[in-house]
């Protein structure tokens, strides 16, 4: 049954493949392009896999921005891990510590989405671990290979080919489920609006707003929510 899990949640997240592929291939060109050298790019995304902090932190890496400023900009953007990991600690608190930094490492956006879907579909499902590792381990595998393709690869592959538009369009239908409360909408939408409106800011400064003016507003409108609903 473990194993069955394990591979169910590795052919529900395979509709997802097609955007997990674009975007580790845009990384992957990216590092790359942006004057990293094929060794230090492979280790970066061994190590961070983390595509949205990568890319949000290379641009300041080549203009030698200061170390605070690339270091808040990274957390800023892998702030929602903090979220996925604490959503996930009731489901791997018996794991031992080992297996659960494993886990750790292996969440990704779209891993989580399919996830907290499978929750609020089948709560009493059994073998929700396995089915984790299955779908997080797949998406591992699908980012590192086109990741790696786009590294060794970068010199033929022009950004011009708007992969990370197609990467983005893909993945957008996958976690518009997350925008039906209205504290996440509110979220997204306050995020978005200052995020645009600071896109010219120096030092990507309009995308570390636009995330903390996301989470207050979502925050708040949470607070309002429960307030609501209280008797």
Request: hydrophobic residues 55%; aromatic residues 10%; charged residues 15%.
């Amino acid at each position: 049954m473990q194993r069955e899990a394990y591979w169910r949640g590795v052919r529900e997240l395979l509709p997802a493949a097609p955007g997990v592929f674009a975007w580790g291939l845009v990384t992957g060109v990216a590092m790359v392009k942006s004057g990293l050298s094929i060794e230090y790019a492979l280790i970066m995304t061994f190590l961070a896999y983390a595509g949205s902090a990568q890319l949000a932190a290379l641009p300041l890496l080549v203009t030698v921005a200061p170390l605070w400023v690339v270091a808040l900009t990274a957390i800023a953007v892998n702030l929602r891990f903090v979220v996925y990991s604490a959503a996930m600690l009731p489901h791997l608190r018996h794991l031992k510590p080992s297996a659960r930094l494993g886990l750790g490492y292996l969440i990704g956006d779209i891993g989580f989405a399919k996830f907290s879907a499978l929750l609020e579909r089948e709560p009493d499902y059994p073998h929700r671990v396995a089915y984790f590792a299955g779908g997080a381990s797949c998406n591992w595998v699908l980012w590192q290979a086109s990741s790696v393709i786009g590294i060794l690869a970068a010199t033929a592959i022009p950004l011009e080919w708007g992969l990370a538009l197609a990467g983005t369009l893909v993945l957008i239908p996958l976690l518009v489920p997350f925008c039906r409360d209205r504290p996440a909408l509110g979220g997204v939408c306050v995020a978005s609006i200052v995020a645009v409106v600071g896109h010219d800011w120096p030092l990507r400064l309009g995308l570390v707003a636009g995330i903390l003016a996301g989470m207050l507003t979502a925050l708040s409108l949470e607070r309002l929510t429960a307030r609501e609903r209280a008797p």
